[in-house]
């Protein structure tokens, strides 16, 4: 145990798995980001998926200033996050066989697209059918998930696969079984979660890399500002009216 205080304990655990992704998973962070400027120039449309907490760190990358305009929310009725009520159903639809291809039957999504899945443990049918199904569409399929749920967990998945098994590639959060960083003697429960701190900086590390890349081949990426800045406003219209084609969410 250490001598800090709970706090600078959680701090620590964060800073240490922030520095465990930065340092093992450079090469596929470069390679995710360059799949994603490949699309953009190509002309393909960004969607970003999670269900439950995983969703957190998706709707980070939509509508987000100093992030890409063209990363749309691909929604599940009450699996994005814990609006839904009672919050339980929202993890029950993470465990529906064949609700992630009603969904993207029903979405807009298409060959040349890009799809980011994030699940935590990526064992439950949504997020390991939502990658089978978009990959057969001819999307690209970029999982964001812990690595080490496939080695500790079983899947729920009739398959026996995990989201991981179905993508082009995979960005590994790192993150324990559990997603718990702290015990103490006097609580009967491990607690303090860092998925969302991690992934949502993971994922701010692709789309930073997707934006120099765009940028080093002469394309300007298309950026959101913030609207509490002078100019903001006049800035996203531009941005947005010039590939309206390509954002469903101002709709």
């Given amino acids: 145990m250490s001598d800090r205080a709970p706090a600078g304990q959680f701090l620590d655990a964060a800073i240490g798995l922030l520095q465990r992704v930065r340092d093992e998973e450079a090469d596929s962070i470069a390679a995710a980001g360059t799949l994603l400027a490949d699309t953009v120039t190509d002309g393909g449309r ?5 269900a439950g907490h995983s969703s957190l760190a998706a709707q980070d990358l939509v ?16 699996a994005v ?7 339980p159903l929202g993890s029950a639809l993470e465990r529906v066989d064949g609700l992630a291809s009603a969904v993207l039957d029903s979405s807009p999504l ?13 064992r439950n049918p949504l997020p390991v059918e939502m990658a089978q199904h978009a990959r ?3 999307v690209k399929v970029i999982g ?20 991981k098994d179905h993508c082009d590639l995979v960005l ?9 960083e702290l015990t103490h003697d006097k609580v009967p429960a491990p607690f303090a979660p860092a998925s969302t701190v991690v992934t949502s900086a993971l994922l701010q590390a692709v789309m930073a890399t997707t934006a120099a890349a765009l940028a080093d081949r002469g394309t300007e990426p298309p950026l959101l500002r913030s609207g509490n800045v002078d100019g903001g406003h006049d800035w996203n219209a531009r941005v947005m009216e010039q590939y309206a084609d390509r954002i469903f969410y101002r709709h």
């Fill in 136 to 138: 057969a569409l001819g």
């Fill in 46 to 50: 960004l969607f970003a998926f999670g």
């Fill in 144 to 163: 964001v998930t812990s690595v080490a749920y496939a080695s500790q967990t079983e899947s729920r998945h009739a398959s026996g696969t995990f989201l």
């Fill in 63 to 78: 509508y987000r200033a100093g992030g890409l305009a063209l990363v749309n929310l691909l929604a599940v009725p009450g």
């Fill in 81 to 87: 996050g814990v609006d839904v009520m009672p919050a």
């Fill in 110 to 122: 298409r060959t040349g697209d890009a799809l980011l899945i994030i699940s935590l443990s990526g």
């Fill in 172 to 180: 590994d959060t790192k993150i324990a079984v559990g997603d718990a």
